[in-house]
């Protein structure tokens, strides 16, 4: 029995201050995020179909493993002789190649190389599925706008 109810003798006023404090800058608190701005997250893919509407691209870097379900282009990262503004260019380029959708590849050349750069380990080379076939076709696309700058 005694005056707190049988809860360790802290007040109701304490247990309701103790919490606050502990949901403070936390969602619960009054005007944090919706529901609603929680299921925008659900839009977001690292697979998007060919009908999608997509509005955005940008660089990410992870540990390769875990980006092997959920996204459609990726590279794998190793230490190696390359400079990560060269590893970069030539990942996002890589990307570039990959994509049909006109859209799509004008978001991929509107993702900054400087920030792409600086979210990667110092020197090191990528691998890519795929990735010799994809150089050639890169370097037969330049061949290709030289040749009709040229004319």
């Known amino acids: 029995g005694g005056k707190g109810g049988g809860r360790g003798g802290k007040s109701e006023q304490s247990r309701r201050e103790e919490a606050r404090l502990l949901t403070a800058g936390c969602e619960a608190e009054e005007g944090g995020p919706s529901f609603s701005q929680f299921a925008q997250l659900d839009l977001l893919t690292g697979q998007p ?50 994509i049909d959708k006109q859209a799509w590849k004008l978001l991929v050349q509107a993702i900054p190389e400087n920030d792409t750069a600086s979210l990667m380990m110092g020197s090191c080379k990528a691998s890519m599925p795929g990735m ?20």
């Open 132 to 151: 010799q076939k994809l150089q050639q076709q890169v370097v037969k696309d330049k061949k290709k706008e030289k040749k009709e700058r040229d004319v």
């Open 49 to 98: 179909h060919p009908e999608d509407e997509v509005l955005y691209a940008m660089a990410m870097v992870a540990p390769y493993c875990s980006l092997g379900g959920p996204y459609t282009f990726r590279a794998k990262l190793t230490p190696g002789p390359g400079k990560k503004g060269q590893v970069a260019k030539q990942c996002l380029k890589m990307f570039e190649a990959q």
